[in-house]
């Protein structure tokens, strides 16, 4: 469990380092070129590409890890070698093939994701998408990639492959302020591409050797793709979500859809952080337990992963709730990103907050069904919330506008969160049901106290102060710290296991160092 922790750590670690780069990357592009037509059609044109990515090579991705742990164990690490050469390849052709499916197909396309832009605007964007699809090759390989290096339990090169994309978009960002906006599409796709090099890179200077090898016939290739479909359904389905919101935020104001993208963007912040990182390391762990038939360690396992989840990320949630506003302005407002463009995203990101710890929660609950080679549950939840989520945008978007779009996503979040888990229950029985509860009642009492005593002080500290920049980060620094003090001691106080394992954990690092 210690090694399992020390992992999540790193890897944590190095996500944060890359999303506060990648935040770095939004506060550029928000007050250099603001929330306009342009940076709308910017970034309807990057979703396209990379929802098709999410859809087709990141299934391919989460099932080669099992695939490949399996055939390592069993015939040996050169064998899984010549898979992976098999699997990269066959993903190279895929991504070429959906590039120019893409290229070809750029005008009807962008008419489903941004069917309310003008028509300068809409030209723009397809213009931009057939730039942009090109990168899919790049990107498709790059999934594998991925999945070959944390399968061999190297987990921080693929958690920093953020850090050289944004930064190469950041400079692309003043380039194309000093030009055009197209810098800012060819630097994207320049960004893409430095993904795979430094990852083909690194992998080749340590047991890895590229071969050209393409066999369908592989029992192995085909195992994974049967696996996998279950996945592209269930992805495809929460990906038509996205076009929904971005459909009716292109008929808001204009920098609608950049504000739903920036709010967006730090709801992930948290879920990836906390949530995704966590499960980079106890995804194997799970599928190892499984292919064991080791059910005890499994429900073990399954209960601890879930309450980590919630210590993570239930406070994160309440402060956002609590701080949208000033959050978004120190962010981001500043330049061309002006008070009604920090309305706008303060709004979405409120509502978006609701989400945090369910969505944290569903991608931990669908990794457990695919660690059990359970694919369908997944997609028939997956369908279902879908449908509710559908339903409440278009209800909610009259009276809340943008922040209705928002809720619906949390409502959905929670309804797809309680079908996961009632599945979970009646196919492996009961796994520490009361614990969990015992466990989310004082995570969710620290987390309320926390929210409430450092937002009194925000209001104390705020009239102290000079107002201005530094002014509202003082005053919000030192609010969220006192927040995480207040949380940290009472969830020691509460003596929450979890928390006692990792206390043990450092415990055990500082007498080392000392020794």
Avoid: C
């Amino acid at each position: 469990m210690s090694n399992t922790i020390k992992y999540v750590f790193v890897v944590m670690s190095v996500t944060i380092l890359s999303k506060i780069i990648g935040f770095a990357r939004d506060i550029v592009m928000a007050s250099v070129l603001g929330a306009t037509s342009y940076t709308d059609a910017y970034l309807v044109a990057l979703t396209v590409p990379e929802m098709m990515m999410i859809v087709f090579a990141s299934a391919f991705g989460i099932m080669f890890i099992p695939v490949f742990s399996r055939l390592k164990s069993s015939r040996g690490h050169e064998s899984a070698v010549i898979f992976t050469n098999k699997v990269i390849n066959l993903m190279a052709i895929m991504g070429l093939v959906l590039s120019l499916v893409g290229i070809a197909f750029a005008r009807p396309l962008m008419s489903i994701f941004a069917s309310g832009f003008e028509k300068e605007t809409f030209d723009l964007t397809v213009s931009f998408a057939r730039i942009l699809f090109s990168g899919m090759v790049f990107m498709s390989v790059n999934y594998i990639l991925t999945s070959y290096m944390q399968s061999n339990e190297n987990f921080a090169i693929p958690a920093a492959m953020s850090i050289p994309y944004n930064i190469i978009i950041i400079a692309s960002i003043f380039l194309s302020s000093k030009g055009t906006i197209e810098t800012l599409v060819y630097g994207t796709l320049i960004a893409m591409f430095s993904q795979f090099a430094i990852q083909f890179a690194f992998m080749h200077r340590r047991d890895f050797k590229y071969k050209f090898i393409i066999d369908m016939g592989d029992e192995n290739i085909k195992e994974m793709l049967l696996l996998a479909l279950p996945l592209i359904l269930s992805f495809g389905v929460i990906q038509i979500q996205v076009i929904v919101d971005r459909m009716l935020a292109s008929n808001l104001s204009a920098g609608s859809i950049t504000a739903l993208s920036l709010a967006s963007r730090l709801h992930n912040f948290a879920v990836e952080i906390f949530a995704i990182s966590s499960l980079t390391v106890i995804y194997p762990l799970l599928a190892k337990n499984h292919a064991e038939n080791d059910m005890g360690t499994l429900k073990y396992s399954i209960s601890r992963s879930i309450n980590v989840i919630v210590m993570l990320l239930t406070p994160i949630a309440a402060v956002t709730a609590i701080f949208h506003l000033p959050i978004i302005k120190l962010l981001f407002e500043r330049g061309a990103f002006d008070s009604n463009a920090t309305q706008m995203t303060s709004m979405a990101l409120a509502f978006y907050s609701l989400s945090m710890l369910f969505s944290g929660l569903t991608e931990t609950l669908t990794r457990i069904f695919y660690s059990i080679e359970d694919t369908k549950t997944p997609l028939l939840s997956a369908t279902a919330a879908m449908i509710v989520n559908i339903s409440l945008k278009f209800s909610l978007i009259g009276p809340l506008g943008i922040g209705g779009l928002a809720l619906a996503s949390g409502l959905a979040s929670l309804f797809r969160t309680s079908l996961l888990a009632y599945s979970l229950r009646k196919k492996i029985g009961s796994f520490s049901g009361m614990n969990m509860t015992v466990v989310f009642s004082k995570v969710v009492v620290s987390s309320v106290a926390a929210g409430v005593i450092s937002k009194a002080a925000f209001g104390h500290i705020s009239r102290a102060v000079a107002p201005g920049f530094w002014g509202n980060a003082l005053s919000l620094g030192a609010s969220l710290a006192l927040a995480a003090v207040i949380y940290l001691t009472l969830i020691l106080v509460f003596k929450i296991d979890e928390t006692n394992i990792i206390v043990n954990l450092f415990k055990n690092k500082v007498k080392e160092k000392v020794s």
